[in-house]
């Protein structure tokens, strides 16, 4: 059930138009980054745990994370949320 979210959430953001395309090709590197580091099922998500990991490999490539969006900082911080990325 949590892989069909994960896939429903990717398709609805990869529909219309994209503005955070930049943000959305970084994310990919960096989601497949950590599933690369620890043993993952092909169709897990990143988890909150890994969410840190998200965060720095963003800083890396020169985003900030838009931590006063609260659209991006609610129950859970929304690391993998192209919107909540501005380049620095």
Do not use: W
């Amino acid at each position: 059930m949590l892989a069909r979210y994960a896939i429903a959430l990717v398709a609805l953001g990869l529909t219309g138009c994209d503005r955070h395309a930049p943000a959305r090709a970084d994310i990919t590197t960096c989601h497949g980054q950590i599933m690369d580091s620890a043993p993952h099922r092909e169709d897990d998500i990143i988890d909150v745990h890994e969410h840190r990991q998200m965060l720095i490999c963003m800083a890396q490539k020169g985003y900030a994370f838009q931590s006063k969006n609260t659209e991006c900082v609610t129950r859970m911080t929304q690391a993998d949320n192209p919107a909540c990325y501005a380049r620095d």
